[in-house]
């Protein structure tokens, strides 16, 4: 158990919100407005009143003994943490001199500290320093103080912002294995398999070497493969293979109505039910890449389900609704919001009342025909190929997850949009699916004893973390001072131009044997610039969801001088391009970023695939007002404004069409916060709700 003279969790000693308000809007402002008010005020008062006035200022005191108090409790901390990781490290060269019949005694009694006593500051100090040690000697890497003041972050249950390549991937080490010594479960989370699987195998030497098991979890592993990689010290595994494992162990317990009931079975010898369970508990969590598995991808629940009945009758039903969704125009008879809903108007309810005047059965209802011809018209006007989805060399629809830029293999949507989208490309229709679990990410996180994770990017989004999972966020220091640069930030007009514009700065990059990489939204834009290289005989490398299996060899080639990658978000958050002597020497690699992404945050994620640990590296914005945020978030008059510019041949100013791709950015983030709150209610309910029948699902 996590002892409580280290475990220094400040959400047991919050402040009230009024303080936090000060802090983070800065007190000096307004320490100075209340003193200028305290000096001017006496003479409105009299002279008199001068001193009592001064005295009596109540607020201005409070602020500045408010501020006083924060910043000491702040110092404290960063004090310990240095006194902390100060001695890991002196304690680390003690052991570096020590052979290896020493260390391993050194690392059994930490072991053997640690079940006897728990994680307190002490057994913290022996086990990151006989970890760090063993560390240097089998992967040839120490860890640096940064990477410490990580881990110290993780075991104090927060939210540890490390930047970009600053080696995140061995900071978690220490944490890990600290906890994998002590006896306590641990999964490693990420956001995709291929992370998982190189993380763990990049780390296993290590863990071998203190005598941990480790499992990796990927979806191509079976049931038996899956249930002993959560029987191991410490499991690696992506948010989604994660989830849907627990609820599938949710299914299996659901004709159990209660604990006591489970409890009672195991104590009578009643075990064929629990051999069926995946995992041992929620323990102890860290999260790679937090923001985007806690914030980016929680506004849609996850669902396991199962095949539900499909005939010829339910076949015609949707092919029906298809057929009256082609009659409607968009702008007209429905417009779509924000949050892509779609919404009919009065002309679009007329012209759905006249195309079912001669339909029989459901067509009769208006509770059931809009409901479809909605789900039908997001068929058709929501979701696009090389986009959200893509067709494999089967024949198949492939979704695509809009974060990572992978396929998600054995995904399909509800509620007869998967069919509907397979009858528009002309696939072989599947058969749809019944809701058998659901949770959100938000309730299923905070059922773990210990939670937290690392991000290079969280300082946008620290509030929510906080108030949502209760996690705290720290910034840790850089290692180096970062060279990154930002070179270009241009807006054209259209597509066209910003894809030759691209072509021309790359062209130069080359030339001066930079690494350059582009990235893009969607495998169409990937395809898109792709072509136009082509055209341009320059010599590039295309990752996207369709050249997933390929994705390593692309990395291990994307920092040599002169190459030219094109990816999707698959290149984001991650992936690490380790740069050749020669690109080093040209400046690195050049990132240039196409599209705007749904945050500030997710940019920050791409450009930071350069400069990293030091490295010289560039960035740059190539963008166009044609782009899909533009599209999707641009209002009325906005459309009107671009249209009039397009038309007049008024070339906008890069400055203005960047303000107007940041508000639209701004718009879209805030539109993601209210699905992502208003689905924390509705899963908070339906679970409060469904408590009474004792349903599981």
Known sequence: MLKSDFIYNLSTRRKPLFIGLIVWFGVPSWSTLMSDFACKQPLLAGLRNEVTWQESNRLDTFLRRSKEMLNKGGNQLLRRNKRIVKAIIMRSAQLEKEDSEQLQRALENSRALLRINGITTAT???????????SGRVLGMRHHHTQILTSLALLRGGIAEMSTGEGKTLAATLAAATAGLAG??????????????????????????????????????????????????????????????????????????????????????????????????????????ADSVFIDEARTPLIISGEEKFGQREEILLKTAMEIAAKFDKGIHFKQDESAAIHLSSA????????????????????????????????????HLDRDYIIDDEGALQIVDLYTGRVMPGRSWGQGLQQMIEMKEGCELTKPRETNAEISYQNFFRKYHHLCGMTGTVSEVASELLDVYRLRSETIPLLKQSQRKKQFCEVYQTEEEKWQRVADITRDLVKQGQAVLIGTNSVASS???????????????VLNARQDKEEADIVSLAGYPGAVTVSTSMAGRGTDIKLSAETRTAGGLHVVITELQDATRIDRQLAGRSARMGDPGFFSEVLSLE???????????????????????????????????????????????????????VDTQRQRTLAFTGDKK
């Open 348 to 383: 679009g309810q007329k012209l759905l009342i006249d195309a079912c005047e001669l339909l029989q059965g459901l067509w009769k209802s208006s509770f059931y025909r809009e409901p479809l011809v909605k789900q039908a018209l997001s068929a058709l006007h929501v979701y």
């Open 124 to 134: 913290i100090i022996e086990a990151f320093a006989v970890i760090r040690e063993v």
């Open 527 to 541: 395809e898109a610039i792709s072509q136009v290289f082509t055209d341009h005989a320059i010599k590039h490398k």
């Open 184 to 289: 306590i479960p641990v999964h490693v989370v990420t956001i995709n398999d291929y992370l998982a699987e190189r993380d763990a195998t990049e780390m296993q030497p290590l863990y071998q070497a203190l005598g941990l098991s480790l499992g990796i979890i990927t979806h191509e592993k079976e049931l038996p493969e899956r249930r002993a990689a959560y029987d191991s010290d410490l499991c690696y595994c992506s948010n989604k293979e994660l989830t849907f494992d627990f609820l599938k162990d949710r299914l299996v317990l659901a004709h159990r109505k209660t604990t006591r009931v489970q409890q009672a079975s195991l104590l009578t010898g009643d075990t064929a039910w629990s051999n069926n369970l995946l995992l041992r508990g929620l323990h102890f969590a860290i999260v790679d890449e």
């Open 627 to 681: 782009d899909q945020l533009i599209k999707k978030m641009s209002g009325a008059i906005l459309k009107k404004f671009i249209h009039s510019a397009s038309k007049t041949g008024i070339m906008l100013p890069h400055r203005v069409g960047y303000l107007i791709h940041k508000n639209c950015q701004k718009k879209l983030s805030k539109s993601h916060y209210r699905q992502r709150m208003q689905l924390i209610k």
